[in-house]
């Protein structure tokens, strides 16, 4: 096989030219993973020594008896070592890494969790690392960029445009088109020139592999639907692939509605009406832009999902009806946090909890017969700043007011 | 004229041509106006007008900051239109645009040539539209006599400049190194054989940027290259020293001190 | 079988009378699902898909290479759901309760991740749920506290004594003596009157067993030597006993050396030399305490290993020389914490360093073709004020000033 | 005279008798000595004296503080058995101690028994301690004639109750209600039939305690019980209103205001 450019009408390859080669060069090493069985076994070995793969798939038993339908099970990529789906993509692209012989990693990260899992995936594999990180981003997850610092990777506060992730992508292009010599820039998401889109939804369709066994053994059959939440795309991708041909099984893509779809303040390209047509960050998809093709400042609650963007190959399987997308606004995902750890015990990532939304308002539709798969894409104990700030819990800024007195002594 | 004809015809009276960069709207349209007067007067042969774009991701710091502050004075891609035209019917020399293909792409290829040919722009510099992706708009400027500009890099292989060549047309801009725009290059023997590894692969013009600051950077191009593409070092000028110092130092480059 | 009150010297059961009936009917239960093989099948098959057991085996090869020696595995306990290995033994006994028909539960927790574990299987199992935390601890531990109280779980400070792990079991003991009939005792480690000792031990084997089978399948032989951190006991028992009858593995468990041996700031109890046999809590064993039997104050940079007291059947193992007692002091934690980090791109719990401080010192001793086993009890995210502070980061504090002054608005 | 015998020989003369609770060095060494002396002066029949433990399990707010307050002043264990032999000699009428498990076993349990024996104490109370544990030290005492106070629960059975009297002697401490010392009880008709069972299990006589306050809870105990338990209540008077509110207390206590 060799790589997909295009999905329908988006996608591509738009990159400056001193990138050329470079791209020329990932794709043949792409090509070559992608054709070697050997490479997914390796994939898989790594995964399951390291990661903890396969993720359970849990069933959210008292979830199911609240909503009176569906059967609700739920995808732990939470399970993951470093906490989110990230890890599969990364560890993938570090046995690439190591068969391209280039001896330093880039990368972009939003929420942070990207570029944790990128700095852990250089530890282990004994790379040089630099990690760009929007300096907005870098306030809001400062934890995340001490664990990065910790494993040795260099945190670069990126400084320019809305300082969030697509400064971020634009500043490791920078990095790259320089250091292109020892240095792979390791994307984060299903998004960027080919063969990035394909390359990424491959290493994440081991979700999908895993849940289709999983749900058929633990439930008897297919699920009816499955969710997962849309940010660049990459764990939606990962786990629809393997549902993409199974008739009985609808697709749902949540992305982030901020403060609703309305008020300009959401992330959400395929499901609202302010996104279009663009190339940026060098791909083709839906972006959210004005009419001048200047790119739009995003909202959401979670900084995982808020990017101007979304894969190519969500924006064709979108234009081919092929997946539903819905949004979910900032209030409902806070909500839907609150129910799941209450009733079972499990924190959801800000950016999981979108797809846990949609979930919930659909599972009373279905009967008790049939079940449906939510990608919990991530741990939420990480956002802990985030979150106990949305729930303005008093005792939790008491905690900070005083830690901050003792490192003001 | 076609702007390579204009480019040869040119250098029959020079060692060495000069294009500068401004980014349109920055730090305002009037200073962009002083700024372009100062290099026609000087002697600058091409001007490429960057309409700015929110991810100028083949730019370095200085001129991405411009992008953005451009952009937030409100700069419309209309204005940057009108000015082009403006600038292309007030002086006498050959104005490029230089921006990225979103902007075209949202405007409507068909109309932003238009728009460009009617204003009189001779040249287009989509630095993240590779031809693989561009065949068509690059025919179609071609056609509008509008030069579409190839880039050349010293990444680039022999046989990717040779299919390049065949894109483009006006001349080829060959980046003096990896990376992205502003800081100095290295103009040593590896960045020789590079620009001999360009010439051989087009018979197009080559003009040379990323990099090039000052008298010296100029003098190593001359014989090897035609032109010679100035860009941060201008902004970095016009910060510092308002527009009046960019006369002075244009002067400079040409060797006329 | 039935349960064993002693070990060697040690354990019992020193309760008051109030508690008698509750303890003979405790015990009733836990035989029962001791004996009964359908209640290991459902414990196995419950942590499997909620919390992703079997647990990874991870052959540590950057640090087995820096130090030269013996084959270095970790045993990935900071993959379980809520990051440690307590999940373990909470999970087991919230099968136990839904057996006995209580409706609530109640449990101490120190580091927090006891009451994480518990306050997550009173979530999913549908129980209420109070723990009891020194006030210490939750002021060290707020993120912790956070959480708990999202899933429902009540939090209450303990204000008594030392105000950490020892006064939360007081008055855990307290509330049950007043509420036996609907609540159960999440005890939560090998520790307090039996049958917690050895229940606790027995829900931990998984550990251990799971690690043999893995160690022989990756390596080709039993492991030269176990090294786990000793706090109360229930992870470094949890791998121990099923090498316990395995004449070529040495067992090593590793203890709070905090400011060191010498310096009366620690919680060795059984490499020191400031504890000596009592009764406390319940039990039996080797207790900080002073010649008039007052318990000490102890001190570890990790708030899981500073207990007064240890596990009977690990004070049985020491007296009987079937594991070899060491101890890590604060400062080597650090160091061994920063090279895991930097190494493997693991962040392990400071619980769990310690056991990785003496591994790090032993490996070089032994050849290349022996294995050596460490259990990583739990993950180190959650200790990110803790950690952060002891490297003392500028831009953490940085980082909680802003915070805070966001807050005192 | 055996502690048994030494509480039926006074029961002849009262419907009710009354053991207080102090813990030894709290607030001082002092105000114990004012207090018990108010105690005995008011007629109190028993005192027990609780030597402080860093871990006080079984006992509720009040007296947990007392304990922890006691240590932090630097209380020690010869200080409580120094204090324990003065007060036997002083006062005529009978002193336990009540301590938990751990001091004992520290202090060693022979070397515990011969220093209470020679102080004159005649009975012990170790609420951590069952018999199941404590076997051996229950009849070493026994054999000491020190007399080694049981615990009756309203959770015990009946098997259990009747199991408990063959280790105990002097009488049984019948706790009224579940949980820890300190809030009051209810001393309903389930409290009745719960001292019935009591009644019935043991022939020792009955004392009970956890929660008595007032003149009230003793009036229910009379007839049912033999001596009523007084513990937090007047630690809580002590630190309100000074030693001096105990005699009065007491009075109330008796009926005799
Ligand atoms: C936990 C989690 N879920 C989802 C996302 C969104 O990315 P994607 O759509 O590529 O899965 C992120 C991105 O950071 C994330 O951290
Ligand atoms: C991660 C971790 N490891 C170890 C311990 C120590 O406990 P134990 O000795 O019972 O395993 C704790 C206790 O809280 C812990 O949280």
Known sequence: ?409 | MKLEELIRQRKTDKDILLMTHIVLGYPSFETNREVIREMVENGVDCIEMQIPFSEPMADGPVILKANQDSLARGTTIENCLNFGAEMCSTHDISFLYMTYYNIVYKYGEQRFLDQAVKAGIQGLILPDLPPEEGADLCKKAKQKGIAPIMIYSPTSTNERMEELADYGAGFVYCTARKGVTGSHSKLDSDFKSYLERCRRATSLPLAVGFGIQNRNDIEVLIGAADMGVVGSQTIKLVDQHGSEAVGPFIKELFGNT
Chains 1, 3 share one sequence.
Request: with cysteine; hydrophobic share 40%.
């Open chain 1, 1 to 409: 096989m060799s790589t997909r450019k295009y999905f329908g009408n988006w996608g591509g390859s738009y990159i400056p030219e001193a990138l050329h080669e470079t791209f020329r060069q990932l794709d043949i090493a792409y090509q070559q993973i992608r054709n070697d069985p050997a490479f997914w076994d390796e994939y898989t070995a790594l995964m399951s020594t390291y990661s903890g793969r396969p993720t359970p798939l849990t069933h959210a038993e008292n979830l199911s008896n609240h909503f009176g339908g569906a059967q609700i099970y739920i995808k732990r990529e939470d399970l993951n070592h470093t906490g989110a789906h990230k890890a599969n993509n990364v560890m993938g692209q570090g046995l690439l890494v190591k068969r391209m012989g280039k001896t330093r990693v880039i990368a972009e990260t939003g929420a942070g969790q990207h570029g944790i899992a990128t700095a852990t995936m250089a530890a282990k594999f004994g790379l040089e690392c630099t990690v760009y990180m929007g300096e907005e981003d870098v306030l809001r997850q400062r934890p995340n960029v001490f664990w990065m610092e910790k494993m040795g990777t260099t945190v670069v506060p990126v400084m320019d445009g809305s300082k969030t992730l697509k400064d971020a992508i634009n500043e490791a292009f920078r990095d790259w088109v320089t250091n292109m010599d020892n240095t792979h820039y390791v994307f984060g998401t299903a998004c960027g020139p080919a063969p990035y889109p394909e390359m990424v939804s491959w290493l994440q369709s081991i979700i999908g592999q895993e849940a289709a066994e999983q749900i058929v053994s633990q439930h008897g059959k297919l699920p009816a639907r499955v969710y997962a939440c849309v940010g660049g795309g990459s764990n939606s991708l990962g786990i629809f692939q393997r549902f993409l041909e199974e008739e009985q099984t609808e697709l749902v893509g949540v992305e982030a509605g901020g403060h609703g779809l309305d008020s300009s303040q959401h992330a959400a390209r395929l499901c609202g009406n302010d996104a279009s047509a663009g190339i940026a960050q060098g791909y083709k998809t839906m972006f959210l832009q004005n009419d001048d093709g200047q790119m739009l400042d995003t909202h959401s609650v979670s900084a995982g999902l808020d990017y101007i963007g979304v894969s190519p190959i969500l924006a064709d399987l979108w234009e081919k009806k092929a997946v539903r997308f819905e949004a979910a606004t900032d209030q409902e995902v806070i909500e839907a946090l609150d129910l799941t750890m209450r009733k079972e015990g499990i924190i959801p990532a800000l950016e999981s909890a979108h797809a846990l939304v949609q979930a919930f308002k659909e599972a009373p539709e279905l009967s008790k017969d049939e079940a449906i798969i939510i990608n919990m894409s991530g741990r939420g104990d990480k956002d802990i700043f985030t979150i106990a700030h949305a729930y303005d819990d008093p005792s939790w800024k008491e905690f900070i007011i005083d830690r901050a007195a003792q490192y003001r002594k």
